[in-house]
């Protein structure tokens, strides 16, 4: 679901209910949208679907946004105000197809997006391109905004048209309105939407019709007009007779009367739109004497002299000649029967045949014909130009309507021209859609299966190639010197083009082919179909010579459009002009990139028979021009597309007040913005897809429906854009101030972010230079760096500090300049840690540290199983004085008992294990056996103790005694080894007297007589005599672990105190 307001749904109700009446009911026939066709691969069901739509008069059904448009050939009353109304400021789907939809959908494009667009408007001759031209700018005329000054342009854009109508339009066998000019207008606009100006390009007029016609077919309709319709007074003025039939120019054809069209009031209309476009009335005067003129020109008549050269009798025509140019008549008829050559270094004339004289007469008729409609279109643009609003920026949308593609049973060099013309412009379409669109999902990324096509640029390449193309070999035969003629001009064709896929010629084709040519004709396999042109005047009119004497007699005219028309400042050089086919090759590379610089929008025309019949839909024809308007691949490009795209940033930029997270900033990527937004619209993952740089809408639905709820959103914030808007209510009132004072806040929250901004640049800058120069002895430059730098680390320092003392590897590491305080901070801080620590310690717990401090200094790192009583706290005595014989008791009482612990003794003689009572008093250590002293150890007698580095708890006492009735030294077993051998040292004074003896230990069994105890690691604890007589201790290996538990490291911390 989208999340639309209701005032949205309100719109789109009221909408329904409009439509309610005969559009809609009327357009249930068909589908509207090709798009929605299920067999839309089918080009039957395309047919189908347009046939059934043109019965019921419903002439219009889109592609996606292409309006594909079928001539019906009548009035059917779908074009009136009313209608235009309808489909103002509605979205494209909501009503049907129609001319005005696309209208009202590129000019609203372009006023959202500030952009310019085109609509580029094609089909063959007769299928409705000028019609569907006017239709928009009637549109256009309509819906914009109105103003006195915006009416007048108005009626000028409006006006244009018939007079170009009048001047370039004429009844052929295709078309009793074809055009005969190609035309490209832009329609100028300011920001708000008026119609301020206009411009208009006008592309190779088909003068040659000037003075020839085709059976069937008349000259231009101005000629027609103004005999039909010039009032008396005019045409006595101009010395002209109200009958065409008088005139040798309009009778060609023989149909200079046709049923569609009147003359009269066309002239009517012409006449006030010239007045209107502010022609002023000597202009007018002059335009039709032009007008007249030619038509006098074309029955001025040559009859050979006794030399067969050419000679005009003083006739009427001349006499008109010289009043309407206002050129000495006797000037006249030297031009018109001589041509000035160069005969050394004079010019001298030389006389014509009645040939020559008849195709120089047509050449004058063509020519003036020619740059007078050319000055025609530049009084038009100079009337249309934007006068309005010069300072601000225009918009503009350009409407092409070209002559469409023909074909008659002769084509001539102007049938050339205008197919080739169609070829350029189905290139352009090719490009634009199914070429480019097809380029931009791969570069964005979008998954895409590639819908295959007929590029034309094959045809293109054939007619317009450098120095290889059709066109150019036209060219060099107009241009070498020698006798070239237009059936030089197909050899050379054959010689190059020979074997070409889409040309052929009588020479080169096979039997059957070559039956439906004639010797002088090719045949070129266009787009659209084949079309044989007789090469029979290619040259001349590709070189469209006029005599260099009849341009000056024209440089004498008094008639101020021939006088601008011929000016003096033409050059005359002799060098040849460029050819005409080269001229309009020119033009429409540039026509070209005048389109590609804008939008496009495209309206395919049909003509639904060849008959101009209403009512009739051949299928043939139909197919044929489905198929080469490349329509069926639009619609698979389009099935499998996506209607709309656009950058990320411009999405953002204008659909962002509709999502809270967007809305009034987004502070990520554009894409996420997108991304967040269409989420917060409800879009469904088959609706659209994100590219690498714009999102891509499937439907035009989806992309209106965001609008619309746009449309709401804006209104509801109440005139922040510069839109203008109906009175506003009070509500609206206040949300209007509550934005201003938003927009207060927010300019100075963006001021003060710039301030800091600003100050940031700064800092960075030289934070930068100080980190360039941090090596450098301390300078201007670096003196902030290595400040921040020391403070950084000290910072830093403070918050990774070592917990415990042992902890050696928490320092962080100080960079360069910090190396040595880094090392004194060390220190100290571990001294501080130390001290802080000790300081915390009881004096019981010191004294006992103490101790174990000298047990350390003893035994760390020389007895294996040493770490392992680290744990273990000291005590004073392991018995308890009433433990002790009350007789040994009392005999050692006064020596004070200092520490007692029980041991095994083992005897010196067998190693028999006996449990014995050890007891150091202030002088001696006792070995007791319940109430007997069995041996009493002087301190002063006490050489030494041993004991082995392995982690058995045995120790010798080694005793001196040079008594042999002494005893010897004793061998004892204690679980308290460590703290007993520690009271010992500290009980008997002797520091240095304990040995950590490797492997065996000697001891005295008596004076002169030794005894061993070896010691060794094994599997499990084990005491005996072994087979030597020594005694084996073998002890378990023990893990070297050294656990920090935390009396160790108060020892640690004692020891370093
Ligand atoms: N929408 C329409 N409604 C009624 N009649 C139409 C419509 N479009 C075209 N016609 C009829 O078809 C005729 C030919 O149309 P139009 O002059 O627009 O053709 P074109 O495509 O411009 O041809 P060309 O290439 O020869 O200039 C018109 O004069 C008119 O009679
Ligand atoms: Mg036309």
Avoid at 47 to 53: M, S
Avoid at 788 to 801: H, I
Wanted: with cysteine; proline share 3%.
């Amino acid at each position: 679901m989208y999340m639309f307001s209701k005032s949205l749904e309100e719109r789109c109700n009221r909408i329904l209910r409009d439509m309610e009446g005969s559009l809609t009911a009327r357009d249930r026939v068909g589908i509207q949208d090709f798009v929605l066709l299920d067999a839309y691969t089918s080009e039957s069901a395309v047919l189908d679907n347009l046939r059934k739509r043109f019965n019921e008069n419903l002439i219009y059904t889109y592609i996606g946004t292409l309006l594909v448009s079928v001539n019906p050939y009548k009035e059917l009353g779908i074009y009136t105000k009313k209608q235009m109304d309808i489909y103002m400021g509605v979205n494209f789907f909501e009503l049907p197809p129609h001319i005005y939809a696309l209208a009202d959908n590129v000019y609203r494009t372009m006023l959202t997006e500030t952009n310019n667009h085109f609509i580029l408007i094609s089909g063959e001759s007769g299928a409705g391109k000028t019609e569907a031209s006017k239709k928009i700018l009637q549109f256009y005329a309509v819906s914009c905004p109105s103003t006195k000054l915006l009416d007048n342009v108005r009626d000028r854009l409006l006006l244009s048209n018939p007079v170009l109508e009048a001047f370039g339009n004429a009844k052929t066998l295709k078309n009793d309105n074809s055009s005969r000019f190609g035309k490209y207008m832009d329609i100028q606009f300011d920001h708000m939407g008026g119609a301020v100006g206009g411009h208009i390009l006008s592309y190779l007029l088909e003068k040659s019709r000037v003075v020839h016609q085709n059976h069937g077919e008349r000259s231009f309709h101005i000629f027609y007009q103004l005999v039909e319709g010039g009032e008396e007074d005019l045409l006595r003025w101009l010395g002209l007779e109200r009958n065409c039939q008088r005139y040798s120019y309009l009778v060609q054809g023989e149909c200079a009367k046709v049923s569609s069209v009147n003359d009269k009031s066309d002239w009517k209309t012409v006449r006030k739109a010239l007045s209107v476009i502010e022609f002023s009335e000597s202009n007018i005067e002059s335009l039709f004497a032009i007008i007249a003129s030619v038509l006098h020109l074309g029955n001025v008549t040559f009859v050979a002299d006794s030399q067969g050269y050419a000679t005009l009798n003083n006739s009427p025509e001349i006499h008109w000649l010289s009043k309407l140019l206002g050129i000495p008549a006797q000037v006249i008829q030297v031009g018109l029967t001589h041509r000035k050559i160069e005969a050394r270094s004079e010019e001298v004339l030389s006389p014509f045949t009645v040939d020559q004289a008849v195709y120089a007469k047509d050449a004058l008729a063509k020519a003036i014909y020619g740059r007078t409609f050319t000055w025609l279109v530049n009084e038009l643009n100079e009337s249309l130009a934007n006068k309005v609003s010069v300072s601000s920026k225009t918009t503009v949308i350009g409407l092409l309507d070209i002559y469409g593609f023909e074909v008659f049973s002769v084509n001539s060099f102007e049938q050339f021209c205008i197919n080739y013309c169609n070829e350029k412009l189905q290139q352009l379409f090719i490009q634009l859609t199914l070429k480019s669109e097809q380029e931009e999902y791969e570069m964005e990324g979008i998954e895409w299966e590639s819908v295959p096509y007929f590029n034309n640029k094959i045809i293109c390449d054939l007619v317009e190639e450098k120095f290889k193309g059709i066109i150019s070999v036209l060219d060099e035969e107009c241009l070498r010197p020698g006798e070239a003629t237009d059936m030089t001009f197909l050899e050379k064709l054959e010689e190059k083009m020979g074997g070409h896929a889409h040309f052929v010629t009588h020479k080169l084709a096979d039997q059957k082919t070559r039956k439906t040519l004639e010797r002088g004709d090719f045949r070129l396999l266009h787009y659209a179909g084949e079309v044989t042109y007789s090469v029979v005047g290619f040259l001349d009119k590709n070189n469209d010579l006029l005599y260099r004497n009849i341009k000056e007699v024209m440089r004498q005219s008094k008639n101020a459009i021939v006088k601008h028309c011929f000016p003096s400042t033409e050059p005359d050089s002799k060098k040849r002009p460029e050819t005409v086919a080269t001229q309009f090759k020119s033009s429409l590379v540039g026509l070209t990139e005048i389109l590609m610089s804008k939008e496009p929008w495209y309206v395919r025309c049909m003509k639904p028979n060849e008959g101009k019949q209403p009512g009739l839909f051949d299928d043939v024809l139909v197919r044929h021009q489905v198929k080469y308007l490349g329509l069926m691949e639009h619609l698979r490009v389009r099935r499998a597309g996506f209607a709309y795209r656009r950058r990320y940033e411009i999405f953002l930029q204008r659909y962002k007040p509709l999502c809270p997270d967007t809305w009034p900033n987004w502070k990520g990527t554009a894409a996420e913005g997108v991304e967040c937004l269409v989420k917060h619209l409800g879009y469904k993952p088959d609706e659209y897809k994100m590219g690498r740089t714009k999102i891509f809408i499937r439907h035009p639905r989806t992309l209106f429906a965001t609008e619309d709820a746009f449309e709401v959103c804006k209104h509801e914030l109440g005139g922040i854009t510069n839109m203008t808007y109906k009175p506003i209510t009070l509500s609206a009132c206040v949300v209007l101030l509550a934005t201003k004072i938003e927009t207060c806040w927010r300019g100075m929250k963006a001021r003060r972010e710039r301030e800091k901004r600003a100050w940031a640049v700064k800092v960075i800058k030289r934070f930068i230079k100080g980190f360039m120069t941090r090596n450098q002895p301390a300078c201007v430059d670096n003196t902030d760096y290595l400040a921040f730098v020391r403070q950084n680390y000290l910072t830093r320092l403070k918050e990774n500090l070592p917990k415990t003392v042992v902890d050696k590897n928490t320092w962080l590491t100080p960079p360069p300049i910090m190396q040595e305080a880094s090392q004194m901070l060390r220190k100290l801080y571990t001294r501080h840690m130390v001290r802080r620590y000790v300081q915390g310690i009881m004096t019981e717990r010191k004294a006992q540290l103490q101790i174990k401090g000298l047990t350390s200094s003893i035994f760390k790192g020389t007895k294996e199983n040493y770490p392992h009583s680290v744990g273990i706290p000291f005590v004073d005595t392991r018995i308890s004085e009433e433990d002790i014989h009350i007789k040994v008791y009392q005999m050692i009482r006064q020596e004070r008992i200092k520490y007692s612990v029980p041991v095994v003794k083992y005897d010196r003689n067998g190693f028999r294990p006996r449990f014995r009572q050890l007891i150091y008093t202030g002088s001696a250590a006792y070995l007791v056996e319940e109430a007997k002293i069995k041996q009493r150890v002087e301190f002063n007698n006490l050489k030494g103790v041993s004991v082995s580095t392995l982690s058995d708890n045995f120790l010798i006492l080694h005793v001196q005694c040079e008594d042999i009735k002494q005893k010897g030294d004793l061998v004892l077993q204690c679980d308290y080894l460590f703290e007993a051998l520690t009271k010992l040292c500290l009980v008997a004074n002797k520091h240095n007297f304990i040995k950590v003896v490797q492997g065996s230990v000697k001891f005295d069994i008596q004076p002169g007589r030794e005894g061993f105890v070896d010691f060794k690691s094994g599997q499990e604890t084990m005491i005996y005599r072994a087979k030597n007589g020594h005694l084996m201790v073998v002890s378990m290996k023990l893990k070297t672990v050294w656990p920090f538990n935390s009396q160790n490291e108060q020892i640690h911390f004692l020891n370093y105190y």
